[in-house]
């Protein structure tokens, strides 16, 4: 089964940066598009961002333009770079395959502060 390891998460005022990382384990991850996701409090979990192998990308209207999704296959690594953070974007964030197919990891937590 793999797993999913996400960091890169933090406290960060509007306007600032971060970039989360995503390692996956096992032998399956260069087969599959991945995504990733956020949930905020009292919400359901969105996807963000997904990106094929072959690096096409696509995002959730309310991160386009401001987040950038990355892979590195020989590293078996899906990055989220976001840019011009807004207090919306606080949540936990998590990355799965684009279809859910894995185990969820315990996320990163990202918190936006006006």
Not at 9 to 24: D, I, K, M, P
Not at 29 to 56: C, E, H, S
Not at 72 to 93: C, F, G, H, I
Not at 95 to 112: A, E, K, L
Request: aromatic share 12%; charged share 20%.
């Amino acid at each position: 089964q793999v797993q999913l390891v996400e960091s890169g998460g933090g406290f960060v005022q509007a306007g600032e940066s971060l970039r989360l990382s995503c390692v996956a384990s096992g032998r399956f991850f260069n087969f599959n598009a991945m995504g990733w996701y956020r949930q905020a409090p009292g919400k359901q979990r969105d996807l963000v961002a997904t990106i094929t192998p072959g690096g096409n990308t696509n995002y959730a209207d309310s991160v386009k333009g401001r987040f950038t999704i990355s892979r590195d296959n020989a590293r078996k690594t899906v990055y989220l770079q976001m840019n011009s953070l807004k207090p919306e974007d606080t949540a936990v964030y998590y990355c799965n395959t684009d279809s859910q197919r894995w185990n969820w990891g315990q996320g990163t937590q990202v918190t936006v502060s006006s």
